[in-house]
Structure formats: structure tokens, C-alpha cells
């Protein structure tokens, strides 16, 4: 069981904080996480290597995160495309395909 810590309290991957009744949001990581996807010179398919790419970002995008957090999670998620050998533009593809993908299903 989880126990709230500093007005916020680690929830699956988030971590809750509340200040004054307001809740803020940011990603959590476990201390034993790693930086490590499937690197972009592996044999594995592209949409195996996208996936963790993808999540990351997708993630990113969907947590109601105030804009310094979420610059920091961007930071964060172009330091692990680094140390993998990934193009950190790549944030940027992916994000415009979630833009288009929500566009698409608002028109339905």
C-alpha cells in the first residue's frame, strides 16, 4: 500500500500531488527504471522499435501535466531516445500523428 508522501501519493504511473486542493500531475518512475528501449540499429521490426517510443510519448501527451513538467518529461524522453541512438526529432513525428489521429476522430 502506497502512503501519501509530501502531499502527493504514487499511482501506477503518476504521481498525484495536491497543493492548497488543487491536484497536479506529473509521470512517475520506479528507482529501478532504466533508460533503455530497443535500440535503433537492433534487428527487431520498426514497430517494435517504435512502440516504447510511442508510449513515452503518448504518455507525455495524455497526462494533464502543467507545461514544466511536461518540458521535463520531453527532456527526459529525448535523453532515453540518445542513449539509444535514436534522432530526437523523431518526438516530433510521433506527436503529429497523435494531432492527426485526433483530429480524424473528432470529424466521426
Known sequence: MEKEDDNGINFLDL????????LSFNVYRKPTTTDTIIQRDSCHPQKHKHAGIRYLVNRMNTYELNPTKKDRENNTI????????????????????????QTHNAKK
Open 78 to 101: 529525448k535523453h532515453i531516445l540518445h542513449r539509444n541512438e535514436y534522432d530526437s526529432s523523431i518526438i516530433n513525428q510521433f506527436c503529429k500523428t497523435k494531432r492527426k489521429e
Open 15 to 22: 504521481t498525484i500531488q495536491k497543493d492548497n486542493n488543487i
